[in-house]
């Protein structure tokens, strides 16, 4: 699996409404074939920042950066964001969903 994180800054006048903003991407991405997971959250430390967290299969990296809502998107975000987003990209061998915690079970 590639596992994804980055986060996002947007102006000051789209945090609030980021999450419709990007609705379109977010449900496009999320269609596509090796998409596991495309998920949003605000961080609770900086409320002006959001966090993607993406699960892909890995051969669907080329697909999804080469598709027409991702070309759309780098159009986009920069006019909606304070800054270049950052971003934290693995490959997990042999992983494509998520696992059971074993240090917090639940009986």
Not at 9 to 33: I, S, Y
Request: one cysteine or more; proline letters at 5%; a negative charge.
């Amino acid at each position: 699996m590639i596992l994804i994180n980055v986060k996002f800054t947007p102006l000051p006048e789209h945090v609030e409404n980021f999450r419709e903003l990007v609705d379109d991407f977010t449900r496009a991405t999320r269609a596509e074939e090796g998409c596991l997971f495309f998920d949003w959250y605000r961080s609770e430390e900086d409320p002006g920042e959001y966090i993607l967290v993406e699960g892909f299969k890995d051969d669907a990296a080329e697909a999804h950066v080469n598709s027409a809502h991702f070309k759309a998107a780098q159009v986009f975000f920069p006019t909606i964001l304070t800054s270049t987003p950052r971003i934290i990209n693995t490959l997990i061998e042999g992983t494509t969903q998520w696992d059971e915690m074993a240090e917090f079970q639940v009986d």
